[in-house]
Every structure is written in C-alpha cells, then in structure tokens.
C-alpha cells in the first residue's frame, strides 16, 4: 500500500484528501503544520507528499524546499494560486507537480497515481542497472555518473541531490552525450510526470542541473544551450552510456 502525507492547514480540505484517497487504496496520513509535515517525511516515511502552500508556520515554498533537502520523494503543490510565477517558483523549490484550488479529485487521483507509478518503475528498473553497475570499477574520468539506486548524481566524487525531472534530464544527456535535444524533446522526456512542464519549465530545470553539476553556472560546460533550439550534454569523456 502506497503512503500520502497530505500537509495542509485547513482541517475540511485535508480530511476530504485523506478520505478520497483512503478510498482509492493509499495509506493517509495528515499534518496541519509544516513543523508535524516535515517531521512525518522520517517517520512516516511517504511515497508522495501533498503540500499546500499557505500554512501557519512556514511558508510552503519553504518547506518544499527542506523536504527536497532531506529526501526524493516527489512533491505535488495544492495551491490557489495559479499565476506561472509561481509554478515556476515551485519548480526551482522542488516540486515534481502543482494543481490550483478549487480542483478535480479524479485529476488529483490520477496525478498521484501517474507521480507514484512513474518513481516506482524508475526505483525498480534502476535497481538491476545499479546492482551491474557496483561490480564496475568507477571511471574517474566521467564528471557526472548516476546512483542508480539513491537516485541522485555523483559530481566529480560527490553525491548530489536532484528533483525527479532533474534526473531524467541528466540520465537522457548522459545516455546520448553530443547529441542536441529541442526543448520539446527534453518536454516529451518528463511529460506526463512534470504535467505542468513547459519550454520555461525546461530552462528552469536546466538552470538548476548547471548550479548542481558545473565548476561554474554562469559559465557551463557540460551542460551546453543550443541557441534557437536546446541543449547538450558536451562533457569530454562521456562516451560510455551511463543506462
């Protein structure tokens, strides 16, 4: 049985949450403030958090950002705002979905199931990539290699934390290092789990990836921008597919 930790302040908003998906099969369970959410994330142990972003003793967005800190679990945002500031806000805190109130439950059933499904077959599928990969010795040459199994990206020796989408991202330039993907390509890559995912989307992600993986973001050089048409993964010594 998946678990959901819904963190929101409004106790009916929240009851309803739990009662649908508690219906729908998913262990709930439910915290008012950000300071019971965050400590849930250890205790609990979620499959998938349902955050809302005005609570009473921490703006959302930040604790967005501690649970990306402490864990890859992904993130939907439960939000009356709906201007792309703020999606795009969300995103750079984070977050892997984002849904403005008032919404359908049958779409927010549907989104978790597709967010919940999508890590479980990546943690699956990774985990056989992972166990071949611990019997290789690592090429220290190879800025950027992927652990499979914590999902997140070993830079130059040191473990690295990314979003979901963030991942794929960066395990698709290592697959095809030197081939020039669109934007709508590298949309098409996450789609359906960043359902919110646009070209301004895809910068964001990119402009993230460059903090995490480049001596110098503002100067990047593996991560390169195809003006007029994408981006490339360029490092030298990638010619060995990373899965």
């Known amino acids: 049985m998946y678990k959901v930790l819904v963190i929101e302040d409004d106790v009916m908003m929240s009851d309803m949450l739990s009662m649908y ?3 729908e099969g ?3 369970m439910q915290a008012y403030r950000a300071e019971d959410g965050l400590r849930q994330i250890a205790e609990f142990a979620p499959d998938l958090v349902l955050l809302d972003l005005i609570l ?3 703006d959302g967005m930040e604790v967005c950002a501690q649970i990306r800190r402490r864990s890859n679990v992904p993130i939907m945002i439960l939000s009356m705002k709906s201007e792309v500031s703020e999606r795009v806000q969300a995103l750079k805190a984070g977050a892997d979905d ?3 109130k008032p919404f359908s439950m049958h779409e927010l059933t549907a989104r978790v199931e597709a967010l919940i499904r999508r890590s479980s077959t990546m943690m699956h599928s990774e985990f056989g990539q992972q166990q071949a990969a611990a019997a ?3 090429d220290e040459r190879e800025p950027i290699q992927l652990d499979f199994e914590r999902r997140l990206l070993l830079v130059r020796g040191r473990l690295v934390e990314t979003t979901f989408s963030e991942y794929e991202l960066m395990k698709l330039f290592l697959a095809h290092p030197g081939k020039v993907f669109s934007r709508e390509e590298l949309i098409n890559a996450i789609r359906g789990f960043d359902s919110f995912v646009t070209d301004r989307a895809i910068d964001v992600h990119i402009v ?3 903090k995490k993986i480049e001596k110098n973001p503002k100067e990047p050089r593996l991560i390169r921008t195809v003006w007029g048409f994408g981006y490339k993964y360029t490092a030298q010594q990638s010619s060995r597919s990373q899965g």
Do not use: I, K, T
Request: glycine content about 0%.
């Open 21 to 23: 998906l508690s219906e």
């Open 56 to 58: 009473p003793d921490l």
């Open 98 to 100: 984002y849904m403005c």
């Open 208 to 210: 993230n990836l460059r």
């Open 26 to 28: 998913y262990s709930v």
């Open 136 to 138: 290789e010795v690592p």
